[in-house]
């Protein structure tokens, strides 16, 4: 899986591999992507999402899961975002990141409760 978002430690986005307990920096850049991570909780309104509200996506062939706000960032327009290049559901999507250590770690560190 891969995460765009803030690591456990510090603020500022960056894209990550997920490996069990591990985020090892990714080489996946913008342009690798059919989408961009930093637009996905954007409603098309004049306010994006509350903190906590996710927007799933499927692009292409990846699933998306896009958070906003992040474990350690607490500026606006953060957010946190997982995916697969894959067609699965977005509860199945849920699944996986729940059950990866590292992820879920991220997910029990936001300051306030991820509305699935």
Not at 14 to 38: A, G, H, M, Q, V
Not at 41 to 62: F, P, V
Not at 100 to 115: L, W
């Amino acid at each position: 899986m891969n995460y765009f978002g803030t690591n456990l430690d510090y603020a500022g986005h960056y894209f990550f591999e997920t490996d069990d307990d591990i985020l090892r920096s990714s080489k996946i850049s913008f342009k690798d992507i059919p989408f961009n991570p930093e637009y996905l909780t954007e409603t098309g309104g004049k306010y994006g999402l509350y903190r906590g509200e996710i927007r799933w996506h499927s692009i292409e062939d990846y699933t998306i899961c896009a958070i906003e706000g992040s474990c350690k960032d607490n500026r606006p327009d953060s957010h946190s975002v997982f995916w697969v290049k894959e067609k699965i559901s977005f509860d199945e999507l849920k699944q996986l990141i729940l059950s990866t250590p590292i992820c879920a770690k991220i997910i029990n560190q936001m300051p306030f409760e991820v509305k699935w």
